[in-house]
């Protein structure tokens, strides 16, 4: 086999090996179900007297694996979690309620809450609190919570 053919399958193999290992990489570091299968995510529930809760998340940054509703104990700032708990007062009966998880630079996130239902009041009772499951670990602090 001459030089050139050798140094030619030589290439070839480094490449190969280079672009096997660039996928386990890709692999490891973003779960393919990130990559397929983004939000949105939804969630009703029987509310028992106050009405039928309907909750859309959209997650525009691909880190949140699932939605579910919470346990009234909002995420503590500066302890990064998987489980990203959001909780506020206010609301409607019979709740509608619209969620965007959105990347706003420099490592920073809004979550931007938007509520129709009947009687609705930012100052009511009805406390309203998800969980939102992340691929890793993201430090509270970092995200905004905006009422639209």
């Known amino acids: 086999m001459s030089r050139d053919v ?61 939605f579910r509703l919470g ?16 909780s506020w007062l206010g609301g409607c009966t019979n709740p509608t309620i619209s969620m965007t998880f959105s990347a706003t630079g420099d490592g920073a996130y809004r979550l931007t809450e938007h509520s129709i239902g009947d009687l609705c009041n930012l100052l009511s009772a009805f406390e309203r609190s998800f969980v939102l499951v992340l691929y890793s670990p993201l430090d509270p602090g970092q995200v905004d919570l905006v009422h639209s």
């Open 71 to 86: 346990t009234d104990q909002p995420s503590s700032a500066g302890m990064p979690t998987r489980y990203l708990e959001v």
């Open 6 to 66: 050798r140094h030619l399958v030589t290439v070839r193999r480094v490449a190969v090996a280079l672009m096997v290992a660039l996928l386990v990489l890709v692999m490891a570091v973003t779960p393919l179900s990130a990559v397929v299968q983004p939000g949105p995510f939804a969630l009703r529930v029987d509310l028992d007297g106050d009405g039928i809760l309907t909750a859309t998340l959209d997650d525009q940054t691909h880190l949140v694996m699932s």
